[in-house]
């Protein structure tokens, strides 16, 4: 019996991968929604976003985005998930800082109710760059029924964000 058969991982069973690239115009910002079918998205950081691609050694993920507003603070009950802080696509999730002294805003990405954040990166936050598909999430965001196949459509495919990269590639290889 041939026990050498790799299985998809979780993700790839039942993820579908989609990518808001360069977000807030800010180039290679790039990141990662995770969408269910049940339309549970979980934000993470896409393989191009520099905190990954650069390697850095992130030091802190603080998800008090401005003085009134902490998304720690979000609290959600019962089965439809009331309670929920209301995001847009371009609501900040968190900061995060690196040892380099570099600051990213992340964002949500798609509009949805805020279900959770990852509360065991301010503790972890080297989970962002270590495991960022799993263990360093960032949020995880329910979109509206009525909204969610519109706001999937705005997004990238996976195909679509690797050709994306590869334009970029292009573009940095043509240059003297």
Do not use: W
């Not at 798609?110 to 263990?135: C, F, M, W, Y």
């Not at 009525?146 to 292009?170: C, G, P, V």
């Amino acid at each position: 019996m041939d026990l050498s058969i790799n299985h998809p991982s979780v993700i790839a069973r039942y993820y579908t991968q989609r990518y808001k690239t360069d977000i807030q115009k800010k180039p290679c910002e790039d990141q990662c929604i995770l969408t269910h079918s049940n339309r549970i998205s979980v934000i993470t950081l896409a393989p191009s976003h520099p905190i990954i691609a650069e390697n850095k050694n992130v030091q802190s993920v603080d998800f008090k985005v401005s003085e009134k507003l902490d998304r720690m603070e979000n609290k959600v009950t019962g089965k439809g998930k009331k309670g929920g802080q209301i995001l847009t696509e371009l609501a900040p999730l968190c900061q995060v800082t690196c040892s380099d002294g570099s600051e990213y805003t992340l964002h949500s990405c798609i509009r949805g109710a805020l279900i959770e954040v990852n509360e065991r990166l301010v503790d972890h936050p080297e989970q962002l760059t270590q495991k960022p598909s799993t263990d360093g999430y960032i949020a995880i965001v329910l979109s509206k029924l009525k909204e969610h196949e519109n706001q999937m459509e705005r997004l990238l495919t996976a195909e679509q964000y690797h050709e994306k990269l590869r334009i970029r590639k292009d573009a940095v290889d043509s240059q003297p």
